[in-house]
């Protein structure tokens, strides 16, 4: 009996190693079809789009009149505060 158990454990144990490794290779081949379709119907990638967001934000805020928004904008504080680093990085960066 003792034989059995040691057998049946095994392939058990062999068992879980197939199916650990059907579930890796099926979420890279559904992370590459979805990346293909979004290539196909030009979808951007989102730090592709966070970069065109955060640069029409940026351009928007320096092209106000607004008094108040030029004077938060061009002040040392806001070009030392952490968004503002963020999206510099972020602009910086060419992924």
């Known amino acids: ?23 890796n290779v099926y979420i890279y081949i559904y992370i ?19 970069r065109k967001h955060i640069t029409n934000f940026i351009h928007w805020l320096l092209s106000r009149s607004n008094s108040i928004i030029m004077s938060v904008v061009l002040s ?10 963020y999206w510099f990085k972020t602009l910086n960066t060419s992924k």
């Open 76 to 85: 040392s504080v806001s070009l030392s505060s952490l968004i503002w680093g």
């Open 32 to 50: 590459y079809i979805y990346s293909a379709m979004f290539v196909h119907y030009g979808i951007p990638a989102f730090g592709k789009l966070q």
């Open 1 to 23: 009996m003792l034989a059995h158990t040691n057998v049946c454990t095994q392939i058990y144990a062999c068992t879980d190693k197939y199916i650990e490794i059907y579930k």
